[in-house]
């Protein structure tokens, strides 16, 4: 069993930056492919990133804005998000998939977490 625990969500200016953050529970997180979703008032759950041994994957709105990352050491989950923008607005999750495999399905992810609110003003 994975907890997971999102932290770092807020209010920002279009144009700034926030870091959310996703602290994990168990062992075995390392091998664990690691994924941010979002999902916005009155619009199904999207895809954000995704990380594991393999490389990363990424939103094509978010590349070269985003940035997700990880620490095993410390069983955290990072996304570094830079000139944000208003449409990025949304409750943002991190999930766990025990298989490892890098998908931007959120059907290959076993665990999620209650979420993070971003909100990026205009």
């Known amino acids: 069993q994975v907890q997971l625990v999102e932290s770092g969500g807020g209010l920002v200016q279009a144009g700034g930056s926030l870091r959310l953050s996703c602290a994990a529970s168990?062992?075995?997180?390392?091998?664990?492919?690691m994924g941010w979703f979002r999902q916005a008032p009155g619009k199904e759950r999207e895809f954000v990133a995704a990380i594991s041994w393999r490389g990363v994957i990424y939103l094509d709105s978010v590349k070269g804005r985003f940035t997700i990352s990880r620490d095993n050491a410390k069983n955290t989950l990072y996304l570094q998000m830079d000139s944000l923008k208003p449409e990025d607005t949304a409750v943002y999750y991190c999930?766990?998939?025990?298989?490892?495999?890098?998908?931007?399905?959120?059907?290959?992810?076993?665990?999620w977490g209650q979420g993070t609110q971003v909100t990026v003003s205009s």
């Open positions: 168990g062992r075995t997180f390392s091998s664990y492919a």
């Open positions: 999930a766990a998939g025990s298989r490892g495999m890098l998908a931007q399905l959120g059907s290959y992810y076993d665990y």
